[in-house]
């Protein structure tokens, strides 16, 4: 991800061309690089080339239309699944700034009659309600830093952001007025709150007061929106994207760090115990950015340094289905909505390309 939104940076990948000397004739032996391809139970649905490097993506409630916010801050909308792009949503503040969309979230339960409501963040700081039927910006509102995370209660009468500052502003979603600040107490030895920057922002599933942040200061915060200062913590995590989630039905927290050991846990979210450290791809180790549980037995991970999204089995934590050979890493994932009977549209992306993958096998269907 950019410099300014993650530390350190990402390796970059050094060519694989090469030239060898193998007898005293000159011999230029480059290796192609290979197109990304899937192995296991993932099929490969479409390519998209978005024409810029993509920041983060999302599903709308219903899983026709997927966002996609790229490095310039502009927004594209495709349909879904056929790919198709339908929308571009920017204004004159974002063509002047040409700052990253950190972060879009959909109204959870908007009414269908009244048209998507998306949420976008973006690197100046920039919160933004757009409409997508109209293409319009209805609502938005600037703060003091830079904002990378935000995310919706269940019933969409909250949202939060976060970012380079230690606060997260909690907001009521119909006015965007700020209802309350989420920090730390002012003394140092008291860590009832962050003290870098936060890049992950969840609720709990189950409800519309509790939730979860997670960032660079090697802690998740536990909190309430009605409550000051957090209310408990693990200490461990490194998280610098999109990788917290909770399981509705067992608790449990699947928690990515972008580091090269332990960088995909499971924890208990009543005791705040770790439950599990998910073994790295027999390809080695991935930093991760982003992570999400994936249906009832499997969880999908990606990041960087090794480019890889992979589908790991819950019980036997065995990668079952991997994209492999990416051109950059993985900063943005989503899982789209779908009937138990039907393996669910996944959509992950890499520098410039948007891929829509679906798991295959008698697991997924």
Not at 10 to 23: D, H, W, Y
Not at 171 to 193: F, H, I, K, R, W
Not at 212 to 240: A, M, Y
Request: hydrophobic share 35%.
């Amino acid at each position: 991800m950019s410099g300014m939104l993650v530390t350190p940076k990402p390796c970059v990948i050094p060519s694989r061309s090469s030239v060898q000397l193998v007898t005293p004739d000159y011999i230029d032996t480059q290796e192609s690089i290979p197109d990304p391809s899937t192995e296991g139970e993932l099929h490969l649905e479409r390519e998209i080339d978005c024409g810029e490097e993509v920041m983060s993506c999302r599903f709308n409630p219903s899983g026709s239309l997927l966002a996609v916010g790229l490095i310039t801050g502009t927004i594209k909308v495709y349909s879904m699944p056929d790919g198709k792009y339908v929308h571009t949503l920017k204004d004159d503040q974002s063509i002047a700034q040409r700052l990253p969309v950190t972060a879009l979230r959909f109204h959870p339960s908007r009414p269908s009659s009244k048209g998507d409501l998306l949420l976008a963040t973006y690197a100046g700081g920039q919160v933004k309600f757009w409409h997508l039927s109209t293409q319009s910006c209805i609502r938005s509102l600037t703060e003091d830093r830079q904002t990378l995370a935000a995310t919706f209660s269940p019933t969409g009468s909250h949202f939060l952001t976060a970012g380079s500052s230690d606060e997260i502003f909690v907001y009521d979603a119909e006015t965007m007025m700020c209802v309350n600040v989420c920090q730390p107490s002012p003394s140092l030895s008291v860590m009832d709150g962050h003290r870098s920057r936060i890049f992950g922002l969840t609720f709990h599933p189950l409800s519309e007061e509790n939730f979860l942040s997670g960032g660079w200061d090697d802690t998740v915060q536990f909190w309430d929106i009605r409550q000051k200062h957090s209310l408990r913590r693990i200490s461990g995590p490194h998280v610098c994207g999109d990788a917290l989630d909770i399981d509705p039905d067992t608790q449990e927290i699947l928690i990515g760090s972008w580091r090269k050991e332990e960088n995909l846990q499971v924890w208990d979210s009543q005791t705040g115990q770790k439950i599990q450290t998910v073994p790295d791809d027999y390809r080695g180790p991935s930093r991760v950015y982003s992570c999400r549980w994936l249906g009832t037995g499997h969880m999908i991970a990606a990041g960087s340094d090794i480019n890889i999204c992979r589908i790991i089995d819950r019980n036997s934590l065995l990668t079952r289905g991997s994209l492999v050979d990416l051109p950059g890493g993985v900063y943005s994932l989503d899982v789209s909505s779908s009937s138990p009977s039907v393996a669910p549209l996944l959509a992950v992306t890499s520098s410039h390309r948007l891929f829509l993958l679906r798991p295959t096998g008698s697991t997924f269907s």
